[in-house]
């Protein structure tokens, strides 16, 4: 088990999906023939698959991830949709080599960069590039945030969030919001052209209470924020949670 919950993950799927930049994720699409392999790191239960399987028909998916049971219900979205899908469990703080071979066509991963330190995003950018593939990393946090209506310990509470999201989730100290730029830099380090772009959610109560609440709960948990701003955020009204997505094809 990774710690991270396939109930959240499926909470907050819809939002993922509104918010992936899809000139970026046509493009990513595009850059794989029938027959190529994707391999996707950190893939949880499936969300990239889900996302850019469809688009990438008779794609071969190699999803790898450290938490078995998620894998298991990717594999089980993939076999729902006829995707070619092979799992492997593999701690990519560890051995993240091993995985991009044989090399693959495209490298793929959704929320998943902002877990690592700046030396495991330069790792998994030179394996990439030696494999000669492409990378299509989407919905990285970027820590921008608002909330309707603000609260006065939004901008405590925000500090102290932006400092959990670095700490170590087994990767060394994590980059958090500042893991996307460092991707885009490590890559282009490699020689690779790199596109960018906004990929925020962008949540309104009712539609989204749920979600919401699990938000205001979580970054209640991670910084000790009193029940006051707890309670008003739960209550929120609107709440963009900024993200970047990347997609950067070998020079
Ligand atoms: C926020 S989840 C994102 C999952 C999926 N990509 C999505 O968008 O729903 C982060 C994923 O990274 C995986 N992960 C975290 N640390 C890992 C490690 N050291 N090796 C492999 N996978 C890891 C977790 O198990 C989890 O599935």
Do not use: C
């Amino acid at each position: 088990m990774s710690g991270f919950d396939p109930d959240w993950l499926a909470l907050r799927a819809p939002a993922d999906d509104a918010a992936r930049d899809a000139g970026l994720l046509a493009q990513a699409a595009a850059w794989v023939r029938p027959g190529e392999t994707i391999l996707d790191l950190g893939a949880g239960t499936g969300a990239t698959l889900g996302a850019l399987g469809p688009l990438a028909p008779r794609a071969r998916w190699r999803l790898a991830d450290n938490d078995a049971a998620l894998l298991a219900l990717a594999a089980a979205r993939g076999a729902a949709i006829g995707a070619l899908v092979e799992t492997v469990v593999v701690d990519l703080a560890a051995a993240p080599e091993a995985v991009f071979t044989p090399a693959p066509r495209l490298v793929t991963a959704s929320a998943f960069f902002d877990l690592l330190s700046g030396a495991a995003i330069v790792r998994l950018a030179e394996a990439a590039a030696r494999a000669g593939a492409a990378v299509y990393a989407a919905l990285t946090y970027d820590g921008v945030e608002r909330w309707e209506p603000p609260h006065p310990e939004d901008a405590a509470v925000r500090a102290a969030f932006l400092a959990d999201m670095r700490r170590d989730k087994g990767f060394g100290a994590a980059l958090g919001a500042d893991a996307a730029p460092a991707l885009a830099s490590a890559l282009a380090e490699q020689g690779y052209r790199v596109a960018t772009a906004p990929s925020p959610w962008r949540l309104e109560a009712p539609r989204d209470a749920a979600l919401i609440a699990a938000l205001a709960v979580g970054q209640a948990e991670a910084t000790g924020a009193g029940a006051g701003w707890l309670a008003a955020r739960r209550a929120a009204r609107r709440v963009v949670v900024g993200h970047v997505d990347v997609f950067a094809t070998p020079g």
